[in-house]
């Protein structure tokens, strides 16, 4: 299974959303609020320069926020496997 980690912080419902949809699709991740663990943050900005939440990683590349991981969905790009073709803009 590919490893998802999701940077969250308290209040931000694009993060909420894109738990929910993490879940409903029945795909395990990491979560990281970023103010219940501040140090998390210096961790992230050693991943991305994107400073908005949430900031998603499927298997160590950075796929951007909830819009970004709503795209993979509606293109069945969401990983199911140890397989993922990475996101890519442009």
């Known amino acids: 299974m590919a490893t998802i980690e999701i940077y969250t912080r308290p209040g931000c419902g694009y993060c909420s959303h894109a738990r929910h949809l993490l879940h409903s699709k029945g ?12 140090q998390q943050v210096y961790a992230l900005r050693g991943r991305t320069d994107k400073r ?3 900031q998603i990683f499927i298997n160590d590349l950075s796929v951007g926020g909830f819009e970004e991981l709503l795209a993979l969905e509606k293109e069945n790009r969401l990983p199911v496997n140890d397989r993922l073709e990475p996101y890519k803009t442009g």
């Open 52 to 54: 908005t939440y949430p």
């Open 27 to 38: 795909l395990p991740f990491v979560e990281y609020d970023v103010y219940q663990n501040p």
